[in-house]
């Protein structure tokens, strides 16, 4: 479980992007990398988004859509608990 990594997936969820992007960048994690490369992926950033995934070990390549890296990225992080 890691509660930053799930209020930046909530503030994503939300819209909040430029919050989300902060808090981010307080985890060096590679789960935090894959999300930080999800968050530029979704600016429009790609060159930014695949240095960032190339930190979290995943192939941007062959990443699928926004919505199915968010939903991927979810289950990796599992269910917040209270």
Do not use: C
Not at 5 to 28: F, I, S
Not at 53 to 70: D, H, I, P, S, V
């Amino acid at each position: 479980m890691n509660p930053l990594l799930h209020q930046v997936l909530t503030d994503m969820r939300a819209g909040r992007w430029r919050q989300a992007h902060d808090r981010v960048q307080d985890d060096d994690s590679p789960l935090a990398a894959w999300l930080h490369g999800i968050l530029h992926i979704q600016e429009g950033d790609l060159e930014d988004a695949e240095y960032w995934y190339g930190k979290a070990g995943r192939n941007f390549r062959q990443r699928g859509t926004l919505a199915e890296e968010l939903e991927q990225f979810g289950a990796a992080l599992g269910p917040a608990t209270p």
